[in-house]
């Protein structure tokens, strides 16, 4: 009799992660702070532990004790969808591994799970499976023409053909919200600061086909992340300047891991960059922005890889603006909803989220909610209309700099 196979296996899981499944305690600390589970009416699967435990399981039916001595034990496809449903309502924020007692990585082994379900055809969810065809094909997940990247720029901005620093625009700046993007190359204008851009060489990040377990798939992400890493090269460029957090983080941490190769320039978020030059007395504000501001941290800029500074420091350093925080901030904020696929895939999920989000600044009666992520922006406007709160702006810090210098934004395009 032939052997039966597991109905899950080990794919995309490391040895490290086989074991953190063990090392859950099910104290459910993850389970009060996971803003998924919260926004969805406290869905049972959704919570943090729950995804753990129910692998743990699969694992234990499939390669335990019993099913070596009379081999595995199936698991109908009807509970492998249910949990690929539940795995896939995660915005991969990381706020339950901030949490975890046991100091599980549960960001990366979402992704694990995800890209392991991809693998044997269960994942991704939904409008997600579009994202490895649209970035094949449109080099960007929003199906625009990659040349229009810049080619929007008025005649007033200045971009090298070869410079030492570099704006990585990022899809959804450059095709999407291109007020932050004009505001981006004008500020670096009137500081004198020469720097290129890619335009239409330049490839979606990636992070799209990462979070949601696509990356392997034809190696897309992998060829793409090494043509930005080869095009950016090819501009003489020695700093690389992010305003969307989810590219810095996509290029900090995936890009290398993705080429197998140390990043040949020195990776910088646009925040970070301003803070520094402030300390140095280099920026000039000209404008006072006479309003409370209350700031989000994107997952993918703060608790991803830890900065959450400068983006304070530039709010705190512009004349006029009172910085509010709210009740959940650094590592401890709470998701705008967007990420991990959860936008395209769940969208009322995300709004769902967002709108928890938007309360949360409501309560500091702060006039402008702002964020340092064009993505962060997009979702948490839309949680912003979708409860009403229409005297609420929500702004980048980005452009609430360009602004305080004196830079005009009036004629930024729209979508």
């Known amino acids: 009799m032939a052997k039966r196979e597991p109905t899950v296996n080990t794919d995309n899981l490391t040895a490290v992660q086989l074991m953190e499944l063990d090392a859950c305690s099910r104290c459910g600390e993850c389970v009060n702070w996971c803003p998924t589970y919260d926004a969805s009416g406290q869905e049972p699967g959704l919570a943090p532990r729950d995804k753990i435990l129910r692998w743990r399981e699969f694992m234990n039916k499939s390669y335990g004790l019993r099913a070596r001595l009379f081999g595995p034990k199936q698991i ?4 492998i969808e249910e949990f690929k449903d539940d795995v896939y309502g995660c915005t991969t924020c990381g706020m339950c591994a901030t949490v975890c007692e046991s100091a599980i990585n549960t960001v990366e082994l979402w992704e694990s799970m995800r890209a392991n379900l991809v693998k044997r055809g269960t994942g991704p969810f939904g409008k997600q499976s579009a994202f490895l065809k649209l970035i094949g094909e449109y080099k960007n997940p929003y199906m625009a023409e990659n040349k229009d990247r810049t080619n929007w720029f008025p005649e007033d901005v200045k971009i090298e053909d070869q410079a030492e620093i ?4 990022g899809c959804t700046a450059e095709l999407r919200q291109r007020k932050l993007a004009l505001a981006t190359a004008r500020l670096l204008n009137k500081l004198g600061i020469k720097f290129t851009m890619l335009g239409e ?12 377990g696509q990356y392997f798939i034809n190696d897309t992400a992998k060829i793409n992340a090494q043509k930005n890493v080869d095009n950016i090269k090819a501009k003489g460029a020695k700093t690389v ?6 590219c810095f983080r996509a290029s900090m941490i995936d890009w290398p891991r993705l080429t197998g190769k140390e990043l040949p320039f020195k990776v910088v978020h646009i925040t970070q960059f301003l803070q ?4 140095k007395g280099e920026i000039e504000w000209e404008k006072s922005i006479n309003k409370k501001v ?9 608790r991803h890889v830890g900065v959450f500074e400068p983006p304070r420091a530039v709010l705190k350093s512009i004349p006029g603006i009172e910085l509010v925080e709210m009740e959940r901030i650094e590592e401890n904020q709470r998701c705008c909803g967007a990420g991990g696929g959860v936008k395209a895939g769940i969208p009322d999920l995300a709004l769902g989220v967002a709108k928890t989000r938007v309360d949360d600044a409501l309560e500091t009666q702060a006039d402008i909610l702002s964020s340092a992520c064009p993505f962060c922006k997009r979702n948490l406007s839309d949680g912003r209309d979708a409860i009403g709160a229409k005297e609420l702006e ?3 810090v980005v452009v609430l ?9 009036s004629d930024a395009p729209t979508e």
Do not use: K, N
């Not at 570099?166 to 625009?169: I, S």
């Not at 300047?241 to 989810?246: I, K």
């Not at 209350?294 to 703060?302: E, N, S, V």
């Open 394 to 396: 929500v702004e980048d």
């Open 401 to 409: 700099a360009a602004q305080a210098m004196g830079i005009d934004l």
């Open 241 to 246: 300047l992010y305003a969307c957090a989810g």
């Open 276 to 279: 520094d030059l402030i300390e």
């Open 294 to 302: 209350t700031y989000h941290d994107p997952c993918h800029l703060g």
């Open 166 to 169: 570099l704006y990585f625009g």
């Open 76 to 79: 109908s496809e009807e509970e």
């Open 201 to 212: 060489d330049e490839i979606c990040c990636g992070s799209a086909l990462i979070r949601t």
